[in-house]
């Protein structure tokens, strides 16, 4: 298959189709020359829609990375012959990713005004990974390549000073993941009724939440609502959030199937 065939069948609009000709030219280096190399920070889905591309090439060598074991967004690093994953893993001048940490006293200071505030110095977004937000601290991972100039320039979030400097990666420090457990029976493993139980919400509005493209399974977009969904899959509604199939148990009384999810907070 050819390079352009390949795009035609895996990329579904025109963001994909570019993301999927550069991670192949990433791929054609390490495969061709033997020199490790590496995408920018992918986020869920666009990891999703690399993986495709990992199988439809038969699995070359790589590994995805985000500086920290369970990282949401992530490199995907593409290894030649002669390197080793634990290799890359400790290896600075293979791995990409720098961590810098903010502190700052008064004022408090989200996501939001992280991540506005660094883009606003002309970043592009696959330049950043995960901003880790606690109370006076972001740790803040990068590619090295905007290090040293995110030193130099990240002076503010929001209306607030910063002092910023670069840390080890061992150093990162990820908040605690605060989930809630729902316990609940659905009729059918249909993805509409798993999206009603994990969001607390009305079977119908899950379908048409679904219908409208604002559901993703697995970080992919989905627009059927009776589509299976399995245990370890994960949901995701725009304007509610995440939740996970942690168990998918048998028939109850009933005849409805026992299920438990992790919905994020």
């Known amino acids: 298959m050819t390079k352009t065939e390949l795009l035609n069948k895996l990329a579904r609009d025109g963001e994909e189709r570019l993301l999927l000709a550069r991670v192949?030219?990433?791929?054609?280096?390490?495969?061709?020359?033997?020199?490790?190399?590496?995408?920018?920070?992918?986020?869920?889905?666009?990891?999703a829609?690399?993986?495709?591309?990992?199988?439809?090439e038969g699995w070359p060598r790589h590994l995805f990375f985000?500086?920290?074991?369970?990282?949401?967004?992530?490199?995907?690093?593409?290894?030649?012959?002669?390197?080793?994953?634990e290799d890359w893993l400790a290896g600075q001048e293979y791995d990409p990713i720098r961590a810098l940490r903010c502190t700052w006293t008064g004022g408090s200071l989200t996501h939001r005004d992280f991540l506005g505030s660094i883009l606003g110095l002309g970043l592009d977004r696959e330049k950043v990974g995960?901003?880790?937000?606690r109370d006076g601290v972001?740790?803040?991972?990068?590619?090295?390549?905007?290090?040293?100039?995110?030193l130099l320039h990240l002076e503010q979030a929001g209306r607030v000073h910063l002092k910023?400097?670069?840390?080890?990666?061992?150093?990162?420090?990820?908040?605690?993941v605060q989930v809630r457990t729902i316990r609940d029976t659905v009729s059918s493993l249909r993805l509409d009724a798993v999206a009603s139980s994990g969001f607390s919400i009305s079977r119908g509005k899950a379908a048409d939440l679904i219908s409208s493209g604002?559901?993703?399974l697995n970080h992919q977009e989905c627009l059927k609502p009776d589509r299976p969904v399995n245990e370890g899959d994960?949901?995701?509604?725009?304007?509610?959030?995440?939740?996970v199939v942690k168990e998918v148990g048998g028939p109850s009384k009933k005849g409805r199937i026992m299920i438990v999810l992790e919905r994020y907070v």
Not at 130 to 133: A, E, P, R, S
Not at 138 to 150: G, I, Y
């Open 130 to 133: 995960d901003l880790l937000v």
């Open 164 to 176: 910023v400097s670069s840390i080890s990666l061992e150093m990162v420090s990820p908040p605690p």
């Open 214 to 216: 604002k559901v993703q």
């Open 24 to 47: 192949l030219d990433k791929l054609e280096l390490a495969w061709d020359r033997g020199v490790p190399s590496h995408t920018g920070f992918l986020s869920p889905h666009e990891r």
């Open 66 to 85: 985000g500086g920290f074991a369970d990282a949401e967004r992530t490199v995907c690093a593409f290894l030649p012959d002669w390197l080793e994953e």
């Open 138 to 150: 972001c740790d803040v991972l990068v590619l090295e390549d905007v290090a040293d100039f995110l």
């Open 49 to 56: 829609v690399v993986e495709g591309l990992i199988r439809a």
């Open 234 to 243: 994960t949901l995701s509604c725009r304007g509610f959030g995440k939740c």
